[in-house]
């Protein structure tokens, strides 16, 4: 575990998550339940906002709010004072919802639909990324309806391997995202998006991949791109305002990957901001304004899934299952991506580990586990189970898969929690059905 004031074992025994136990945060809540550490994700903004001032300068952190998205989040970072990136109208509308100021928003997606480009235009969102030719003609005609000059970037593919599983890479020769540089793609799109009349095209994107720890990966990217920055100022005198390197910083979810502080993370963006200014030096380029998209390094560790233990199932001499009242509704990772977490019991923080558990989900399905082959202490029904690093991509990337309920967000800031997200009733399950 990676702990920190507002995750530690207290003077019982017992994990507590921004000043409540976990034990307390069952009791008022219920199971299975996201808690979410506010004060966590406030020092994550402001630490990797004050970090680009300093390191670099003139450029804005969009949180990447596909990590985890409703409306307190927006609320949170705009009181931080940094951005968001959205890749969907739905991102978009929940964000505008609370008043989210379009100015910081940038928006993704390799197939932005008509509406969804028409929201963004209508509401005045401050970067459209441009995926591919025929949106850059849909997004085109729409601001003329508009009467709007509407500025864009162009997503860029630099082709950077990034050590990560392989369905989280975004960069490689085959990915769907993005025109290539090598290929001479992304070199045709600059020049015909120029001459679109009402996209003013300030600069290019990219994003190499998610959950990189290697600072080089990133170094990399900035270079490929001022690479190509300068290709595109000395063959065809364009020099851009704007540069995006998109997010990607890795995190700590098990003992596989290595333990950061808060103050640690902002590593990630020192490296990429001293990378830039030497680039940019050395091939004498105008300093774009830089926008960074980290998502996970921003939720990820606030958040703790908290769940029951139900049956227990032993195997002789094979498995020992905990099935808990959760599963891949709730965090689809393993089933997707094999992904490792940490799994503590809060109750019994101070008991050795001694037996070899599964944890498994109560879907209709053997590959709906949450974590494999942890050391718990000895389980038994009615335990709470706690699996620490789930705050991106897992209640963003829940469903209603067998008909599960979502289960609810509490927020918590010094000793206080709060409902984010309501719990799901089964009314909610059956509310669009005919
Ligand atoms: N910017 C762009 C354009 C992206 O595509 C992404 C993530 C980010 C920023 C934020 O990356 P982050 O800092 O969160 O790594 N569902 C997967 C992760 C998919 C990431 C997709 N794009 C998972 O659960 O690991």
Do not use: W
Not at 135 to 147: G, M, S, V
Not at 160 to 176: G, N
Not at 366 to 385: F, H, K, R, T
Not at 391 to 396: D, F, L, P, T
Request: some cysteine.
């Amino acid at each position: 575990m990676n702990e920190r004031d507002t995750l530690c074992v207290n003077q019982n025994g017992q994990l507590e998550i921004g000043g409540i136990t976990l034990k307390k945060l069952s009791e008022d809540f219920g199971t299975p339940l996201y808690c979410m550490d506010q004060t966590y994700i406030e020092n994550m903004c402001a630490i990797y906002d004050k970090t680009l001032k300093t390191e670099y300068g003139d450029g804005l952190i969009c949180y990447a709010s596909k990590a985890f998205s409703c409306k307190e989040i927006y609320r949170i970072v705009n009181c931080c004072g940094i951005g968001a990136d959205v890749v969907s109208g739905g991102e978009l509308y929940t964000a505008l919802s609370v008043g989210f100021p379009a100015e910081k928003i940038c928006f993704h997606g390799n197939n932005k639909l008509e509406n969804e480009l028409e929201l963004a235009v209508k509401n005045n969102v401050k970067y459209i990324v441009l995926d591919s030719y025929t949106e850059a003609d849909d997004l085109d005609r729409i601001c003329q309806k508009y009467n709007k000059i509407q500025d864009v970037l162009i997503r860029v593919n630099p082709g950077v391997e990034a050590h990560t599983h392989h369905f989280v890479q975004t960069a490689t020769v085959d990915s769907k995202f993005g025109f290539s540089i090598s290929s001479g793609e992304a070199e045709q799109m600059v020049l015909s998006a120029k001459n679109k009349k009402n996209l003013n095209l300030v600069g290019l994107h990219c994003h190499i991949g998610s959950q990189i720890f290697e600072n080089k990966s990133f170094s990399l990217g900035a270079e490929k791109m001022t690479d190509f920055y300068k290709l595109l100022k000395d063959k065809h005198s364009i020099e851009f305002d704007v540069l995006n390197l998109g997010g990607g910083f890795g995190i700590y979810y098990s003992n596989d990957d290595s333990k950061k502080t808060c103050e640690e993370y902002a590593d990630y963006i020192k490296n990429i901001a001293q990378t830039l200014n030497t680039a940019i030096q050395k091939k004498g380029l105008k300093k774009p304004f830089l926008i960074l998209e980290p998502g996970r390094s921003i939720v990820g560790e606030a958040g703790v899934t908290l769940y029951t233990a139900g049956r227990i199932k032993t195997i002789k001499d094979v498995k020992n299952y905990i099935a808990v009242d959760g599963g891949m509704f709730d965090n689809p990772r393993f089933a997707l991506y094999q992904a490792k977490y940490t799994v503590v019991v809060p109750e019994k923080m101070n008991v050795k580990p001694s037996v070899k558990y599964s944890i498994a989900g109560k879907c209709c399905e053997s590959g709906d586990l949450i974590a494999e082959d942890c050391y718990l202490p000895e389980i038994v029904e009615g335990d709470l189970i706690a699996v620490l690093s789930t705050g991106a991509y897992n209640y963003s990337m829940s469903s209603n898969y067998n008909r599960n309920l979502v289960p609810p967000v509490v927020m918590i800031k010094d000793g206080k929690a709060k409902i984010v997200v309501k719990k799901q009733s089964y009314d909610d399950i059956i509310r669009n059905d005919v």
